[in-house]
T-cell receptor
Framework: TQLLEQSPQFLSIQEGENLTVYCNSSSVFSSLQWYRQEPGEGPVLLVTVVTGGEVKKLKRLTFQFGDARKDSSLHITAAQPGDTGLYLCAGAPTYMIKAAGNKLTFGGGTRVLVKP | ETGVTQSPTHLIKTRGQQVTLRCSSQSGHNTVSWYQQALGQGPQFIFQYYREEENGRGNFPPRFSGLQFPNYSSELNVNALELDDSALYLC??????????????FGSGTRLTVV
């Protein structure tokens, strides 16, 4: 069974501060995705990292995939109230389930609150 | 391009009853996955449907069952509802041949409350 652990579970910061969310596993993933979820909505894909050591930037958000493809981090620079939400990491297994798609394993999420 | 739509948005059921949740996948997507998200937790994989057949299942009992129709829409059925079934049920659609970086498109979910 593949498990993803996210830390911290909850983060409350002031506008303008930086924050980092971690996603760790003992399993290797073929790719890792980060989603953000607002209350009452489904998760929305932010980015997918595929290659070990890969770094991707999305405006003030920086995503990194570990060299061994077992862990990932999300760093937000100069956080804004609009960054508030539940951040979820999700890993795709290295094996394919039959013909189509991959079952995603989600972490427990990190709830981020950015206060103005 | 329409996104993933789920119905109903909210539902209250009594313990022991049965419920059917519906999902219309995004245009061009042929694979539907269902997830259960308990309050304060990440989504848990229930099962996936591809070409109208179950294509992988998570650690959920047989009273959780599903269907996929020729138009790729899907249903999730839960029999003999228990209080712990109270959760947000998410449907996600994807295309079997899409590149890994495309991810899933999720619906807004159905909030099920079992009393």
């Amino acid at each position: 069974t593949q498990l993803l652990e996210q830390s911290p579970q909850f983060l409350s910061i002031q506008e303008g501060e930086n924050l980092t969310v971690y996603c760790n596993s003992s399993s290797v993933f073929s790719s890792l995705q980060w989603y953000r979820q607002e209350p009452g909505e489904g998760p929305v894909l932010l980015v997918t990292v595929v290659t070990g050591g890969e770094v991707k930037k999305l405006k003030r958000l920086t995503f990194q995939f570990g060299d061994a493809r077992k862990d990932s981090s999300l760093h937000i620079t100069a956080a804004q109230p609009g960054d508030t939400g539940l951040y979820l990491c999700a890993g795709a297994p290295t094996y394919m389930i039959k013909a189509a798609g991959n079952k995603l394993t989600f972490g427990g999420g990190t709830r981020v609150l950015v206060k103005p | 391009e329409t996104g993933v739509t789920q119905s109903p948005t909210h539902l209250i059921k009594t313990r022991g009853q049965q419920v059917t949740l519906r999902c219309s996948s995004q245009s061009g997507h042929n694979t539907v996955s269902w997830y259960q998200q308990a309050l304060g937790q990440g989504p848990q994989f229930i099962f996936q449907y591809y070409r109208e057949e179950e294509n992988g299942r998570g650690n959920f009992p047989p009273r959780f069952s599903g269907l996929q129709f020729p138009n790729y829409s899907s249903e999730l059925n839960v029999n003999a509802l228990e209080l712990d079934d109270s959760a947000l049920y998410l449907c996600a659609s994807s295309f079997d041949r899409q590149p890994p970086n495309y991810g899933y498109t999720f619906g807004s979910g159905t909030r099920l409350t079992v009393v």
